[in-house]
């Protein structure tokens, strides 16, 4: 069973930066996408990066390309988040996910729908004030 915790989430000023942490256990990481979402209240949650297992594919978001670098560290079984630059419209609770890989193909932007991943963290909190 796959278990995964965020951590790294806080509160900055417009134009700062975080890192967010994914840990995951239960699971041999290599075998597994993971995406980053977020959620603001009152909005539908969104991908904002996908990571493959072996790291050689990175999808992001329009809002946050060039500014979020994803990474991982399937010896760590840790997924991190880079953000930088961040905005007011950032703010939000901030999850990781799971998805086992397989063999059927789709789309690289399918990674950053929150239907293609079945485990979930809980989430971490980030806000960005003006």
């Known amino acids: 069973q796959v278990e995964l915790v965020e951590s790294g989430g806080g509160s900055v000023q417009a134009g700062g930066s975080l890192t967010l942490s994914c840990k995951v256990s239960?699971?041999?990481?290599?075998?597994?996408?993971i995406g980053w979402f977020r959620q603001a209240p009152g909005k539908e949650r969104e991908g904002v990066a996908s990571i493959n297992p072996r790291a050689e594919t990175k999808i992001y978001s329009d809002s946050v390309e060039g500014r979020f670098t994803i990474s991982r560290d399937n010896a760590k079984n840790t997924v991190s988040l880079q953000m930088s630059s961040l905005q007011p419209e950032d703010t939000a609770m901030y999850y990781c996910a799971a998805a086992e890989e397989t063999d059927d193909w789709m789309p690289p932007q399918e990674r950053l729908a929150p239907r293609e991943y079945p485990s979930w963290g809980q989430g971490t909190q980030v806000t960005v004030s003006s």
């Open positions: 239960g699971v041999t990481l290599s075998r597994y996408y």
